[in-house]
């Protein structure tokens, strides 16, 4: 599952760079290409590892107020 979506991501990331390197393109189309495709690896990465990151988050904040008080 994983190495299907990183070939999609990858073919996407691709197709973004060629369109951003072409200089007779739409430099806007581009840029949306690449905003939308950080966006949605983004949520995905979220989705995925939402216990993880709220994990690790808590034990830094937990850290930081103990060095505090």
Do not use: E
Not at 20 to 40: E, F, K, R, Y
């Amino acid at each position: 599952m994983f190495k299907t979506m990183k070939n999609k991501i990858q073919r996407l990331a691709m197709k973004a760079h060629s369109t951003l390197a072409n200089p007779s393109g739409d430099q806007m189309t581009g840029w949306l290409i690449v905003v939308l495709i950080v966006v949605v690896v983004g949520a995905i990465f979220m989705t995925l590892y939402q216990d993880s990151i709220a994990t690790i988050w808590n034990s830094i904040v937990s850290k930081i107020t103990g060095l505090l008080s």
